[in-house]
């Protein structure tokens, strides 16, 4: 079965830090999303790219946070400086359009100390 | 603003009877509707969906019914098994719009031996 890759899978630093988050989509898949899972907000939409270009941001605060498609295999999302709320699980999911079916992968739990 | 909202946190069912989980939405934009399911330390995966111009749709013990005059979709589980213990989101999107999903926060499902 084809599958999102995520690394790292666990992820704790100290604030002030920078963070990045790896994931690998689907070959020929060409959107990514990346999301944000809180007990508070759910899952929250980040960022996500059609054919590696950015679509929307929005979700993200900008002052710290970046997400780029330097290749159709990677996508990263960077978080510099952490901040002890930006601790929650961030999934990264690829699909074929915004059609609804995508894929998630397993996820990179972070924690900010 | 919540759009896509779950207000059941969790629930518990035993096994063998019916699961019912439920979804509130607010905008009558969205057009097709999807049920994620996650289990611990693992992304969300797909379900079941349905489009606007249906008011259910069934794959195995799954059933999902849309109301849209009352912006309400439920996910019927029957019978429940020990093995549907899992986190559910409820997710909607303006397929037509060409806008990504928008995700409730999760229902806990516990499903009792």
């Known amino acids: 079965d084809a599958r999102v890759t995520q690394t790292p899978r666990h992820k704790v630093t100290e604030m002030g830090q920078e963070v990045t988050m790896r994931c690998q989509p689907i070959?020929?898949?060409?959107?990514v999303f990346w999301y944000r899972q809180t007990m508070m907000q759910g899952l929250e939409l980040l960022a996500y790219?059609?054919?590696?270009?950015?679509l929307d941001d929005s979700g993200m605060p900008k002052d710290r946070f970046s997400a780029e498609m330097p290749d159709a295999t990677l996508a990263t999302l960077k978080i510099q400086p952490s901040e002890p709320r930006d601790s929650a699980v961030y999934f990264c999911?690829?699909?074929w359009g915004l059609g609804g079916r995508n894929t998630f992968g397993s996820g990179t739990r972070l924690t900010v100390v | 603003d919540q759009q896509v909202k779950q207000n059941s946190p969790s629930l518990s069912v035993q096994e063998g009877r019916i699961s019912i989980l439920n979804c509130d939405y607010t905008?009558?934009?969205?057009?097709?509707f999807l049920w994620y399911k996650k289990y611990p330390a693992e992304g969300p995966t797909f379900l079941i969906s349905i489009s606007s111009i249906k008011d259910k749709n069934e794959d195995g013990r799954f059933t999902v019914f849309l109301n849209k005059s009352a912006k309400h979709l439920s996910l019927h589980i029957v019978p429940s098994q020990p093995g549907d213990s899992a986190v559910y989101f409820c997710?909607?999107?303006?397929?037509?719009?060409?806008?990504?999903?928008?995700f409730g926060k999760g229902t806990r499902l516990s499903v009792i031996a």
């Open positions: 997710a909607a999107m303006r397929n037509s719009g060409n806008t990504p999903l928008v």
């Open positions: 905008n009558s934009m969205f057009d097709y």
């Open positions: 070959l020929g898949h060409n959107t």
């Open positions: 999911a690829s699909g």
């Open positions: 790219f059609r054919n590696r270009a950015p």
